[in-house]
Nanobody, 115 residues
Framework: QVQFVESGGGLVQPGGSLRLSCAAS????????MGWYRRAPGKQRELVAH???????NYQDSVKGRFTISRDNAKKTVYLQMSSLQPEDTAVYYC?????????WGQGTQVTVSS
């Protein structure tokens, strides 16, 4: 079973940047399509970006041009580089496979965009 640990969140001003990391343990990481998801206050969890095992990417319309997902299969890590952050990006960010495996949700990392 694969487990994920997210890190890199924090408080940032509008227009700022953050880089999230997701470290995986167990499983054969390189074969998994991976996704970054987020849950904003009062909303359901949503897919933000995903990346296939061979590096093909796709993004939610609201983050296109601002977020970049990448992965390092040797380090079993997936990243989310976020720039031009806006208050509506405030959420807890999670990583998981794509599609997600319910048992593999981690604690997530909080991103707060506020002046």
């Amino acid at each position: 079973q694969v487990q994920f640990v997210e890190s890199g969140g924090g408080l940032v001003q509008p227009g700022g940047s953050l880089r999230l990391s997701c470290a995986a343990s167990g499983g054969i990481f390189r074969i998994y399509a991976m996704g970054w998801y987020r849950r904003a206050p009062g909303k359901q969890r949503e897919l933000v970006a995903h990346i296939t095992g061979d590096g093909n990417t796709n993004y939610q319309d609201s983050v296109k041009g601002r977020f970049t997902i990448s992965r390092d299969n040797a380090k079993k890590t997936v990243y989310l580089q976020m720039s031009s952050l806006q208050p509506e990006d405030t959420a807890v960010y999670y990583c998981n496979t794509r599609p997600p495996i319910p048992a593999n949700w981690g604690q997530g990392t909080q991103v707060t965009v506020s002046s």
